[in-house]
């Protein structure tokens, strides 16, 4: 064999792989993309897994925040139905005072005051 079909059957042979290569580039990609697609889903899917463990965590943690505010929200209104009822015991008892105020205001207290100072058996 001389150098001339030496260097034909190599490039020839070059030119096959070349070729064959270009051919398959479709199934080559797609290849290379279902190899990488599989492995995004499979983190995915651990991921997703993980969410589903820590969900329920997250749940008690929100059920013990939400039952934590209802109990402040109860305590806080028995504070303010106390403090009424307080304030309503407090007008309930001023209002036997009332006819005191209502007698000062038809009495002139200076003469009274005066008269008092004069005679102090008063």
């Known amino acids: ?3 001339l079909a030496i260097f034909a059957s190599n490039a020839f042979l ?3 792989l070349i070729t064959a290569a270009w051919m398959t580039r479709k199934y080559w990609g797609e290849w290379v993309a279902q190899s990488i697609r599989a492995g995004v889903e499979a983190k995915l899917e651990s991921m997703r897994s993980q969410f589903r463990e820590h969900e329920s965590e997250v749940d008690a943690i929100r059920g013990t925040g ?3 505010v209802k109990a402040a929200q109860a305590a806080l209104v028995q504070r303010r139905i106390r403090a009424v ?3 309503w015991q407090a007008v309930n008892e001023l209002a036997t005072l009332n006819w005191t105020l209502m007698i000062m205001s ?3 207290t200076d003469a009274v005051f005066g008269s ?3 005679e102090p058996k008063l």
């Open 1 to 3: 064999m001389d150098l």
């Open 14 to 16: 070059i030119g096959a």
């Open 66 to 68: 939400l039952e934590n």
């Open 85 to 87: 009822d307080d304030i």
């Open 106 to 108: 038809i009495v002139k």
């Open 116 to 118: 008092i100072e004069k």
